[in-house]
């Protein structure tokens, strides 16, 4: 069973940076597609950034040039860097991962992100 394990949210102010890290464990194959997710006390969860297996990136608008996602394909890891916070980037984020042979993707625990302005 694979399993998604988040670390790295925490409170920032207006401006600042932090890194999420999610990793997989519980596959003996390297990651589809990786992605991070977010969902604020009053909104649905919305994409943030995927990443494949093959290093192919995508970002929501609201996040293009600030995010950047990245992994290391061997260890099945996924990263996203988080620079110029704003307030509205307060949420929980979630860890999402698509393996070969399984059709059903797996979401991570979340990790609370709070940036205070």
């Known amino acids: 069973q694979v399993q998604l394990v988040e670390s790295g949210g925490g409170l920032v102010q207006a401006g600042g940076s932090l890194r999420l890290s999610c990793a997989a464990s519980g596959s003996s194959f390297r990651f589809n597609r990786m992605g991070w997710y977010r969902q604020g006390l009053r909104n649905q969860r919305e994409l943030v950034a995927t990443?494949?297996?093959?290093?192919?990136?995508n970002y929501a608008d609201s996040v293009k040039g600030r995010f950047t996602i990245s992994a290391d394909n061997r260890k099945n890891t996924m990263y996203l860097q988080m620079n110029s916070l704003k307030p509205e980037d307060t949420a929980v984020y979630y860890c999402n991962a698509n393996f070969p042979l399984v059709s059903n993707d797996y979401w991570g625990q979340g990790t609370q992100v709070t940036v205070s302005s």
């Open positions: 990443i494949t297996g093959g290093g192919t990136t």
